[in-house]
């Protein structure tokens, strides 16, 4: 897949650069091309002669060298590869994308490639979570410039920990796969996926909570990025890695995941696959509630609010596909088919969580895709598969809309 592959390798300055070579190397195994521009920074963390002599080609640096110019030129650069990855992708090199700033070799490529770009971001967690790149990371997203990464984890300062570490190098190859492999049918549209159980706290230490796992919200969220849509996943507390290529808002409660979803409006696409519980208590204690003499407390319960109902109903903003889940247990398609009028979305699917099933927090699935024109029943498949397939649904449902014919 990555044979004969050229790739344009944009190494920024970061610590993270260590692991680009490791990238380098293995995407040669592969058979793919590697040339690679080194800013000013990344020459700090990697030499140009351990990049040349990984790639096979010499390390290009300078916007103004005569010999790079004559050599191959700078728009020629842009131009004569099939992706450009940008890795590490520092918080200084994306502001500059995102603004168009064109003051060395590789900000100048950057803005006038006519490739698709991947970048793979990496910074300390404050300046990955700081407003500014966020702001720049959305204008990227929005232009269609995919990423992958950043993970949480540990920093290489000493005791700082969070998200913004790079992905590790199989990770950025499966990314680049997947970005050649093109077909990305989703592409410039936008996308909501909630996903995971809410926690609905009791005092501080206790909650009400569910079964669910989130693997298959998650699994929609991924296979969302990869068709190529600007994806946020909001996620309740779930064991479930962030998705690649996701934005990823974590919250506890259905308070927090409406409010996550509606300021993550407008949207294309809304994929309502969480597991929200139904009620919380009224008044949950400030302090731990203790056992009293008195008998057990009473739990006062109040009605959550409906995000897949409050987004199915959001007037102007609404996405131009809500599509929600029915877990059931019994009499699943019925219900389900009641459900979607109810709920307002277009699309249900429905899935079997009798324990008998094994779907709940099980890999497999077995679905019911009901909307306007009747019931799609699907094999049992994996979570995964199940995603991909919905997705691809979406993507032949939103493409024949946008050309006019009719559809449920
Ligand atoms: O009513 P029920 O929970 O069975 O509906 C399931 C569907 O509604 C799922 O798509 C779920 O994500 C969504 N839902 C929601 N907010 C709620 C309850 C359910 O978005 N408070």
Redesign the pocket.
Known sequence: MLSGKRILLVIAGGIAAYKVLEVVRRLRDRGAAVRCILTRAGAEFVTPLSVSALSGEKAYQDLFSLTDEADIGHIRLARDCDLVVVAPATADLMAKMAVGLADDLASSVLLATDRPVLIAPAMNPHMWRNPATQANLATLTARGIRRIGPNAGAMAERGEAGEGRMSEPAEILAAIEARLAGGEPLSGMKAIV?SGPTHEPIDPVRYIANRSSGKQGHAIAAALAEAGAAVTLISGPSREPDPPGARVVHVET?REMLAAATAALPADIAV???????WRVASAASEKLKKTSGGPPSLVLAE??????TLSASGSKRPRLVV????ETERVIEQAAA?RLK?GCDWIVANDVSPASGVFGGDANLVHVIDAAGVESWPRASKSEVAERLVRRIGDHLLQRSKGIPVP
Do not use: S, Y
Not at 272 to 278: F, L
Not at 324 to 327: D, H, I, L, S
């Open positions: 909630t259905a309502c696959a969480a597991a929200v519980a139904d959550n609010p409906d995000i897949l109902m929600g889940f029915a877990a459900k709920k």
